[in-house]
Antibody, heavy 118, light 110 residues
Framework: EVQLVESGGGLVKPGGSLRLSCAAS????????MNWVRQAPGKGLEWVSS????????YYADSVKGRFTISRDNAKNSLYLQMNSLRAEDTAVYYC???????????WGQGTLVTVSS | QSVLTQPPSVSAAPGQKVTISCSGS????????VSWYQQFPGTAPKLLIY???KRPSGIPDRFSGSKSGTSATLGITGLQTGDEADYYC???????????FGGGTKLTVL
């Protein structure tokens, strides 16, 4: 069974840092593009970042560029999102999702909540 | 303000058909594949349609997708109360080098 499990969310003060992890199983992780998508409370989906299987191609939304870093460890079947200089507007549920070459996301993890508040 | 435009809400009676539109531009929908997602409150999104009109295994044929020019449409026939959810379209935007989603459409089955 293909499965993605996020962890690392929590409460952090503005300006602080947090590292999210996503553990993958049930598919060839090293061959798969991976992504982070977030959803602020009561809002729609917002794409955050994507990384190719070999980490050659990396993309960020303008809203997080320069503050967030996506990475992966194919030996550990894990995806990461290092979030620095966090702001209140980064408060959201963060989902990791596997992507295809034509950019559709399936499956999605269950999400991890990040709350940025003093 | 989302790059892709969806109606905030649609509604129809059980058994009826509904369509949800997703409008974009040549840099996104016009030249890239569109996917659709269903999301129930408190749960992760689920892939409904990929590559404009393909259904993953397990998705009933009541759900369909189409694309014409810079717009895409999700169709749902034989509406059931269990279809009440939020629906999102998504695609790649070649100018932005970014994945873009629509703002989401809340479906109410009256």
């Amino acid at each position: 069974e293909v499965q993605l499990v996020e962890s690392g969310g929590g409460l952090v003060k503005p300006g602080g840092s947090l590292r999210l992890s996503c553990a993958a199983s049930g598919f060839t992780f090293s061959s798969s593009g991976m992504n982070w998508v977030r959803q602020a409370p009561g809002k729609g989906l917002e794409w955050v970042s994507s990384i190719s299987g070999s980490s050659i191609y990396i993309y960020y939304a303008d809203s997080v560029k320069g503050r967030f870093t996506i990475s992966r460890d194919n030996a550990k079947n894990s995806l990461y999102l290092q979030m620095n200089s966090l702001r209140a507007e980064d408060t959201a549920v963060y989902y990791c999702a596997k992507s295809s070459s034509s950019i559709w996301f399936d499956p999605w993890g269950q999400g991890t909540l990040v709350t940025v508040s003093s | 303000q989302s790059v892709l435009t969806q109606p905030p809400s649609v509604s129809a009676a059980p058994g009826q058909k509904v369509t949800i539109s997703c409008s974009g531009s040549s840099s996104n929908i016009g030249n890239n594949y569109v996917s659709w997602y269903q999301q129930f409150p408190g749960t992760a999104p689920k892939l409904l349609i990929y590559d404009n009109n393909k259904r993953p295994s397990g998705i009933p044929d009541r759900f369909s997708g189409s694309k014409s020019g810079t717009s895409a449409t999700l169709g749902i026939t034989g509406l059931q109360t269990g279809d009440e959810a939020d629906y999102y379209c998504g695609t790649w935007d070649s100018s932005l080098s970014a994945v873009v989603f629509g703002g989401g459409t809340k479906l109410t089955v009256l």
